[in-house]
Antibody
């Protein structure tokens, strides 16, 4: 059974870049035709999809995001990463990585990491 | 595409039958998924493609709907079902959106 684990700093200063990594275990990031995604949840709020990446490196992002997001993949390490530039306090959230299953055109998130809280503060 | 859940919160008792609804701002076929999030945990997939139960999910959970109106039903509430539930649409795969959540309380 695939497992995902987020890692990265829990505190980032405003205007700096937030960087998180998701390590995938129990399966190869290149198999199964899955996408790999980042989702965040502001404190006490709902879920916001950030974007997803394929093992080829092709990535797609939520057009509603104000901060510049970049998702990359490192197949040699079986991990994928999120970079969010020029962060503000509004980027304070719990960040989840997850696997995207594509079933007859429907995209659902069937495995999730435990989440990591990132606070943006000076 | 916006998805609106109702109610935003709901009080119920063990053994009750509960229904949560999700309405999309345009027709999305059956590209609608449901998640459960217990406090302090990550969300987990309950139902995908409107009505298909994810492996390992108890049969007291069911989903239905197509187009713009969808429902999640829990037939007989168990103590572990008190959580927050989210719907998510993937009709627009480059603009995936979630409902705002329904908090199910005892």
């Amino acid at each position: 059974q695939v497992q995902l684990q987020e890692s990265g700093p829990g505190l980032v200063k405003p205007s700096q870049t937030l960087s998180l990594t998701c390590t995938v275990s129990g399966g190869s990031i290149t198999s199964g035709g899955y996408y790999w995604t980042w989702i965040r949840q502001h404190p006490g709020k709902g879920l916001e999809w950030i974007g997803y990446v394929y093992h080829s490196g092709n990535a797609y992002y939520n057009p509603s995001l104000k901060s510049g997001a970049a998702i990359s993949v490192d197949t040699s390490k079986n991990e994928f990463s999120l970079r969010l530039s020029s962060v503000t306090a509004a980027d304070t959230a719990t960040y989840y990585c997850a696997r995207v299953s594509r079933i007859s055109g429907n995209y659902c998130f069937d495995s999730w990491g435990q989440g990591t809280l990132v606070s943006v503060s000076s | 595409i916006q998805v609106t859940q109702s109610p935003s919160s709901l009080s119920a008792s063990v053994g009750d039958r509960v229904t949560i609804t999700c309405r999309a701002s345009q027709s999305i076929g059956t590209f609608l998924n449901w998640y459960q999030q217990r406090p302090g945990e990550a969300p987990s997939l309950l139902i995908y493609s409107s009505s298909t139960l994810q492996s390992g999910v108890p049969s007291r959970f069911s989903g239905s709907g197509s187009g713009t109106d969808f429902t999640l039903t829990i037939s007989t509430l168990q103590p572990e079902d008190f959580a927050t539930y989210f719907c998510q649409q993937s009709f627009s795969t480059l603009s995936i959106t979630f409902g705002q959540g329904t908090r199910l309380e005892i």
